[in-house]
Each structure stands twice: as structure tokens, then as C-alpha cells.
């Protein structure tokens, strides 16, 4: 979906907004299995307006690096009042604009089916990561079953 298209931009934290709940969910999640001491820049690919890049600047205490190909969602995350050390790029999954092994966390929320070629955008944050970095995906799932249950087979 090309987001630059339509006025979904304006109306999707609204639509979209994370609950109380839902942030410590996914604050606890973080902290039960990355190790906060290894984190020193993280990856929102797919960033949107933001809603998780915030929550990570805030979680880690550490620059996070917000990428999205649209620039209508870009320009909703940049009116926010900042919260923490975060910015802002244009660009895509499937070719992340940063070097190699420069990320601690790459964090993806929601945007799974959004890729072209998913297997690109593996190698891409394969690419980006640090030996030992962190990838998490959200993705469609009912917050308070699905993570703890997935994540729990994979500790």
C-alpha cells in the first residue's frame, strides 16, 4: 500500500493508538529477552508515524533510527513532541540506508505484509545487525496470548 496515496497518515494513531497495556506488554517483552546493556541503536523498520519508535527511544534510553517509505507517515511522526533521541528517514526494507552491523535492535511492527520480497528484507537486517543483534517482529496477533507463547519456544 503506497500510504502517500490516501489520508491514512492523519488519522492512523488515532486508529492505531497502543493502550497503556499494550506498551508495558511490549516494554516487558523487550526486557525479558534483549539484553538493554547491548543496545546503543535501534532499527523501527517500518516505522510509520512512529508509535513504537518513541516507545524504544524511551525502553532503551538510546538513539532509535525510524525508516518508512512514506513520507506522509514520516511528516505525522515528526510533528510528535519529541520523547526521546529519535529520527526520521525515507527508505525501505528491502534496502535499508545504513551500514553494515551499525544496529543493535532492528524492530518491525505490523509491516510484514508490506514487503515485496521478504526474504530481501531478512538479508537486509541480517546486514545491518550486529553479530548477536536483535530482530523483533510484531505481527498480527492478539497482544495478550500470542508473543509471550511464540517468544517463549524461542528463548
Avoid at 546503543?40 to 517500518?46: P, R
Avoid at 528491502?94 to 535492535?105: I, K, M, Y
Avoid at 514487503?115 to 538479508?123: G, L, P
Amino acid at each position: 500500500m503506497n500510504y502517500d496515496k490516501t489520508d491514512i497518515p492523519a488519522t492512523y494513531d488515532k486508529a492505531h493508538a497502543l493502550s497503556p497495556e499494550t506498551r508495558r506488554l511490549w516494554q516487558d517483552l523487550l526486557s525479558v529477552h534483549v539484553d538493554q546493556a547491548e543496545i546503543s541503536l535501534v532499527i523501527d523498520l517500518g516505522c510509520g508515524t512512529g508509535r513504537f519508535s518513541e516507545l524504544l527511544a524511551a525502553h532503551f534510553g538510546v538513539q532509535v533510527i525510524g525508516i518508512d517509505p512514506s513520507l506522509k507517515m514520516l511528516d505525522q511522526a515528526r510533528r510528535k513532541p519529541a520523547i526521546g533521541n529519535v529520527v526520521y528517514c525515507q527508505g525501505s526494507a528491502e534496502a535499508v540506508p545504513f551500514r553494515d552491523g551499525c544496529a543493535d535492535l532492528v524492530f518491525m511492527s505490523m509491516v510484514y505484509h508490506h514487503f515485496r520480497d521478504a526474504s530481501v528484507v531478512a538479508e537486509e537486517c541480517h546486514r545491518v545487525l550486529r553479530h548477536g543483534g536483535y530482530a523483533c517482529i510484531r505481527n498480527g496477533t492478539r497482544e495478550s496470548d500470542f508473543p509471550l507463547k511464540y517468544l517463549d519456544g524461542w528463548a
